[in-house]
């Protein structure tokens, strides 16, 4: 009777630490700021400026020597096709 009781004993404690350990991890990411598989890294912008009319993201991009990939990669949410005068756009920063 006794090694009847080992297996679901054993299955219950097995169950009780995987999740004490998926706890802690959980834990320690947001701590840590890095919750999710992928987080991405906020850019930051050293220089920017303002659209004037008729500017699009593409003549901004190429005035400042930056390829699309980099001006799109620091200015993440930025709509192209809906640029308005006044809007401020980074033209310098990291990702």
């Known amino acids: ?7 679901p004993a054993f299955v219950l404690s097995s169950i009780l630490v995987l999740s004490f350990l998926l706890i802690i991890s959980m834990a320690e990411s947001r701590i840590l700021g890095t919750a999710g598989f992928f987080a991405k890294s906020t850019p930051e912008c050293d220089e920017v400026v303002g659209a004037a009319r008729g500017d699009t993201c593409f003549t901004i991009a190429q005035s400042f020597n930056l390829t ?3 001006f799109d990669a620091i200015n993440p949410n930025l709509n192209c096709t809906a640029l308005f005068v006044g809007q401020w756009l980074c033209v310098a920063g990291s990702v």
């Open 1 to 7: 009777m006794a090694k009847g009781n080992r297996i």
């Open 68 to 70: 699309a990939a980099s």
